[in-house]
RNA sequence: GAGCCCAUAGCUCAGUCGGUUAGAGCGCCAGGUUGUGGCCCUGGAGGCCGUGGGUUCAAUUCCCAUUGGGCUCCCCA
């Protein structure tokens, strides 16, 4: 163990074989549901300039204030991204996709990066998927990245969630809001957190998902943005609520759901599980009506989710759903001496022609260790080849199941094989 | 940034009240079957007992430090 000289960096990890099915599956079905909702993949850089995702994201956030991984080169100022709305946002912007038309309906799946300390659901390295309606001002397109969202859950199976959905309005009443919120927890001061209460006078939102204990019972009869929204704002949430129920997709109204990145405007929701320990979002998302023109754009709505794939994995752990098995080759074969080494090296093109899976021993080893890795492998028929089955052109064919044996001819392999 | 816990074979873990060559199960390799997997039997490889220092005649064991890992707070995915 302590041979090992290199090892990856502290919160990045190696997804390895055996645990790696689980991950293609979900990106399957990922890819499968965007497909379902005609939304289009869009990758972008893993490294973005700093000023945009401090712009993007928000000064004041954790995420720019203390999670960033970033290296300066000459005058470049890199950043690995710590989250995907604001890249796309650049795209759409660099690119003048609004000159496309339309709405720009965009997913992604990648890793992100944030230097925070690991634990339970927290790597430095993650990753996740999102998708973001760009262009769209109406409730339905809020539904849709909800519906998106949950759709993947419910067909991976992870059903005991909860969708927490709250407005927080547009910038002018949030800051009355903001302004009722220090009226309210002021005299209180004395009684807060420390965490609270720093936070009085930078952002009181965030107050409200303190999960401090002496906090609670303050937080109890704190105003509720809901009161603070313009009655355009009441509107659309009341829509999209509305909307919800008709697709019958269940959620909780929370009123003190607050996002920690200063683009939301309008709907906020996220997804919990109960089987993640600490960290409970399985993903979360909102409105970000005026992200666009911060970075340059044009005036642009927008709405969106982003899901963590590692939180989803430990919900699958916990719950025993396994997505995908490691599957054999369809056919092993098991070679004596080089010659039928190579006639066996020399067919496999062909049955992969066919679409068989096919793979053989490399190193020109005993009989009963090659059929030990054939089985190891799980694979579904070993084709033995020896000196007598090249001079016969006749090969023993082993069903690794049934432990059954028949002598086919060489031309016979590829029928023999796809037909059971 | 703060707190708690852990560190022995590839993996999961015993163990030494401080005392010669450090163990098990699984896994790996080989033999039993000179051409046949899974079950069984036999054998083998594989550990500076995380690292550095201290106490001691003697440390994998006790003490200190350090590194790595895990969990929690904060916050998020």
Redesign the pocket.
């Known amino acids: 163990?302590?041979?090992t000289a290199y090892?990856?960096?502290?919160?990045m990890t190696d997804l390895l074989p055996g645990e790696i099915e689980q991950w293609q599956a979900l990106e399957a079905i990922i890819h499968e549901t965007a497909r379902l909702f005609h939304f289009q993949e869009i990758r972008t850089p893993v490294l973005e300039q700093t000023e945009l995702i401090a712009r993007g994201v928000g000064q004041l956030?954790?995420?720019v204030s203390k999670e960033m991984f970033t290296f300066d080169r000459g005058e470049d100022h890199y950043v690995l991204r710590p989250?995907g709305t604001a890249p796309v946002a650049r795209a759409y912007v660099q690119h003048h996709l609004a000159q496309r038309g339309g709405t720009q309906r965009l997913y992604y799946i990648g890793p992100f990066f944030?230097a925070?300390?690991?634990?339970?659901?927290?790597?430095r390295q993650?990753h996740?998927f999102g998708a973001e309606l760009v262009g769209a001002r109406g409730s339905i397109a809020d539904v849709e990245i909800i519906a998106f969202m949950t759709r993947i859950y419910r067909q991976i199976g992870i059903t005991n969630t909860t969708l927490k959905l709250n407005s927080v309005g547009e910038p002018e009443s949030r800051e009355a809001y903001r302004k009722a919120l220090r009226d309210y927890f002021k005299p209180l001061a004395g009684q807060l957190s420390e965490?609270s209460r720093n936070?009085l006078d930078t952002n009181p939102m965030?107050i409200l998902?303190?999960?401090?204990e002496q906090d609670q019972p303050l937080k109890a009869g704190a105003p509720v943005i809901t009161d603070f929204l313009s009655a355009a704002s009441r509107k659309h949430f009341e829509s999209v609520r509305d909307l919800l129920d008709k697709l019958r997709i269940p959620y909780d109204v929370d009123p003190f759901l607050?996002?920690?990145?200063d683009y939301y405007t309008e709907t906020a929701f996220?997804l919990t599980s109960p089987d993640l320990?600490?960290?409970?979002?399985?993903?979360?998302g909102g409105r970000y009506d005026l992200l666009i023109e911060e970075v340059g754009g044009p005036p642009t709505p927008a709405v969106g989710f982003?899901?963590?794939i590692?939180?989803l994995m430990i919900a699958c752990e916990a719950l025993g759903l396994k997505l995908a098995d490691p599957s054999g080759p369809d056919i092993y074969f098991v070679t004596?001496g080089e010659e039928a080494a190579r006639w066996a090296l020399e067919k496999m093109p062909d049955l992969r022609n066919s679409g068989l899976v096919c793979t053989m021993d490399y190193s020109g080893?005993?009989?009963?260790?090659q059929?030990?890795?054939?089985?190891?492998q799980q694979a579904r028929f070993?084709v033995?080849i020896?000196?007598?089955?090249l001079n016969d052109n006749m090969f023993?064919l082993?069903d690794?199941?049934k432990?059954e044996?028949s002598l086919i001819s060489g031309s016979e392999i590829t029928e023999r094989v796809l037909s059971s």
Do not use: W
């Not at 925070?116 to 790597?123: F, I, L, S, T």
């Not at 080893?365 to 260790?369: I, P, T």
């Not at 059929?371 to 190891?376: E, S």
């Open positions: 163990m302590s041979k090892t990856t960096h502290h919160g956030t954790d995420i989250e944030r925070e300390r690991p634990q339970k659901g927290r790597q993650f996740q965490v936070r965030r998902d303190s999960k401090e607050v996002r920690g990145l996220e320990g600490s960290q409970d979002a399985l993903g979360g982003a899901c963590g590692e939180r004596r080893r005993s009989l009963k260790a059929m030990k890795d054939a089985n190891r070993a033995i020896g000196e007598q089955e023993t082993r690794m199941e432990s044996e």
